[in-house]
């Protein structure tokens, strides 16, 4: 199960194991690289099969969070958590907390934010122990839900996208084939719609079709197997991560592939072959960034105005990706790879100074938000 060899090979500092039996807290910390910053990355809470399977998300997660900061230009390093448990059985005031108080320990070496099965009111538990925590209710100095700020970020990807293909940003008269119309979804169909996009759209939920079809009575839905088969300009996956596969690439039809999901491929040789396809692929990690740099500003203080200026920098990396994918002749995804060992190399670079004692690295300030519920 644990082995240094693994954490060798995938590039990880740090593993903690945190345990509380009074209230079953059971969590795993992952600090993969923190080169350019305290690793920042959400808690999922999840009813792991097995203690080695919520190593093996934890390691996996945590490493994605590197890369992302690193393309995103934030001053982040990557890390992750999960709390193995029951989600509608296991929460607890006490749990939160006493997880709380571990990452207190850890020193800012981690901050934690929300993810799956993680809500505002968790997160709060867990600041009335610790100021490394992020996505704090708006009510308590947070910035609170992510999600507008993840669709902005997945919007200037899609314009970026439709920019290079047909030089033009507008998704007017554009046909968007939207996978999943939850949270992000909803607020991606809302910029879509306003930009004079049309919507194809699919979801399992019953409850989430019928409230996105009372806002959008002229979006079309779909059911979900048939979402890969619709004429389409454009395919956003928003719900979950790899639909490209070997079964679905031969029938998407469509220009672009950008969306709000983590890992849409399948495999890494799924890139090349939407690339041998003529497809153009937004790097998935990046355009999906805004969330977390919605919540990489908290520290500093929050404001909506400073949030969208960083999410609309996606346009622009987005471009600078699709460049180097060219020039380079490599699939997109393995550009997204290169720009952020790029970052991650050259900031390793300049760290050979010796700045003198109490000196470093000026994130996170926790002065701005400091006071406590
Ligand atoms: P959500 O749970 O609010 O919405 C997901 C939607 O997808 C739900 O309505 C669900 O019913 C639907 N869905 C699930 N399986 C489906 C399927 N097979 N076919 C069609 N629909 C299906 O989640 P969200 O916060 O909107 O996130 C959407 C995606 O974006 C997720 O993959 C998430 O990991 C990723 N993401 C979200 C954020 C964020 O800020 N929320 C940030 C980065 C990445």
Excluded at 164 to 188: P, Y
Aim: aromatic share 8%; net charge negative.
């Amino acid at each position: 199960m644990f082995s240094f060899e693994k954490l060798y090979s995938m590039g990880h500092e740090e593993v903690v194991f945190f345990s509380e039996p009074s209230c079953n807290l059971k969590a795993i910390v992952a600090i993969h690289d923190t080169t350019l910053g305290p690793a920042l990355g959400g808690t999922r809470m999840w009813p792991y099969a097995s203690e080695a399977e919520a190593l093996e998300d934890v390691l996996r997660l945590s490493r994605g969070m590197t890369y992302k900061a690193a393309v995103s230009g934030l001053n982040l390093g990557g890390g992750k958590a999960v709390i193995i448990g029951d989600p509608k059985k296991d929460k607890s005031e006490a749990l939160f907390r006493a997880y709380g108080r571990y990452l207190e320990s850890l020193n800012g070496r981690y901050i934690s934010a929300e993810d799956v099965n993680i809500s505002v009111h968790d997160i709060d538990h867990i600041y009335t122990e610790t100021n490394y925590v992020c996505g704090v209710d708006k009510a308590h100095g947070g910035s609170g839900n992510p999600a507008p700020y993840t669709a902005l970020g997945v919007f200037r990807g899609i314009q970026a996208s439709a920019f290079k293909t047909w030089g033009n940003r507008t998704l007017k008269d554009k046909v968007i084939a939207l996978q999943g119309v939850g949270s992000v979804g909803t607020e991606l169909a809302r910029l879509i719609t306003e930009d004079g996009g049309k919507i194809i759209f699919t979801d399992i939920s019953e409850e989430n079709v019928q409230r996105f079809k009372n806002e959008f009575p002229n979006a079309e839905y779909v059911a979900p197997e048939g979402i890969y088969d619709v004429n389409m300009d454009i395919y956003a996956p928003c719900a979950l991560g790899a639909t490209i596969n070997d079964d679905t690439i031969n029938r998407i039809k469509c220009k672009i592939v950008a969306g709000a999901a983590n890992n849409q491929l399948a495999e890494d040789r799924h890139g090349q072959e939407l690339k041998d396809k003529g497809i153009l692929y937004a790097p998935d990690y990046l355009i999906n960034a805004g969330g977390l740099m919605n919540v990489s500003i908290e520290f500093e203080g929050w404001n909506d105005v400073k949030s969208r200026r960083m999410v609309d920098t996606i346009f622009d990396t987005t471009l600078d990706i699709f460049k180097i994918a060219e020039d380079e002749n490599i699939p997109v995804s393995k550009a997204t790879d290169l720009l952020a060992e790029r970052r991650l190399d050259a900031m390793r670079k300049i760290q050979t100074t010796y700045l003198g004692k109490g000196s470093g690295h000026r994130f996170p300030g926790s002065k701005v938000r400091h006071h406590k519920i």
